[in-house]
């Protein structure tokens, strides 16, 4: 019981603080379409990730397109290990027609695990069974460009690390691939993407929250020396006393 105390007292110690992007410097971000026939679409909209969103949405994003377990699974495992810190999402579309532009921008708690995510991607995109082929966007030796065939769109997305955070731009249609543009439109926003987004602690009172957690800490200390202090007392009242040998009866034969 003492150890397993001692371990939780530890755990709290070293274990680090949840983190999260603030969601309007993220929107600012992620800039609006040049073309005024597009209408954003609203929050909440099905098939469309448009808002912020954390690792179980983006999960669930994932899920309701059709992906199977596995890959949300390996998608998550990734995601944890880079650092994945949050993320949001813009969505628009011309009504009455087959086109969509995509905006994403996804934060991590350091410019590597941002970096390590867009490598992950590309591999992943590849090995997509509508993957097309590889296109230059011109940005950085890192950025990358496909273009994917798929539920009778076509599609050319940008993806590129700045900072600490990986932007997806992409563009589907079912009258071309619109690669110049989404190209053109990708390289707008890496020019104004800010170099790396602040995070902060999700409390809105994070020195309360430091002072709660110090107290729980302390709790735990002292919970520590009160179970030490008993089990001494515990032993001491039950080890077996020295016997004073004038007070042993004498034997009769």
């Keep these: 019981m003492i150890q397993l105390a001692a371990a939780a007292a530890i755990a709290l110690l070293v274990s680090p603080s949840t983190v999260t992007p603030n969601p309007q410097i993220l929107r600012a971000a992620l800039l609006e379409p040049t073309d005024a026939s597009f209408v954003e679409a609203d929050l909440g909209t099905s098939g469309m990730l448009e808002g ?4 179980q949405s983006y999960m669930d994003f994932y899920r309701s397109s059709g992906t199977d377990e596995g890959t949300v699974r390996d998608i998550a495992q990734n995601l944890r290990h880079d650092g994945f810190a949050g993320g949001y999402g813009r969505e628009w579309y011309r009504p009455g027609k087959r086109d969509v532009l995509g905006e994403m921008v996804m934060v991590f708690t350091t410019s590597s695990g941002a ?43 940008v993806v590129f690390a700045k900072g600490n955070a990986m932007f997806l731009v992409g563009r589907s249609s079912d009258a071309g691939f619109n690669t110049d543009a989404t190209v053109t439109h990708a390289d707008r926003i890496y020019a104004a993407a800010p170099s790396g987004f602040p995070l902060q602690a999700p409390s809105s009172q994070p020195a309360l929250g430091q002072y709660l957690r110090l107290l729980g800490i302390a709790g735990l200390v002292a919970l520590l020396m009160l179970a030490t202090v008993v089990a001494v007392v515990v032993y001491v009242l039950r080890a077996p006393r020295p016997v004073d040998p004038a007070q042993v009866p004498e034997s009769r034969p």
Excluded: E, I, M
């Design 52 to 55: 912020p969103f954390d690792l």
């Design 115 to 157: 970096l390590s995510f867009d490598h992950t991607s590309k591999v992943h995109y590849a090995g997509n069974s509508g993957f097309g082929s590889f296109v230059n966007p011109h940005l950085d030796q890192d950025a990358f460009a496909f273009t994917y065939s798929g539920d009778g769109y076509s599609s050319t997305l």
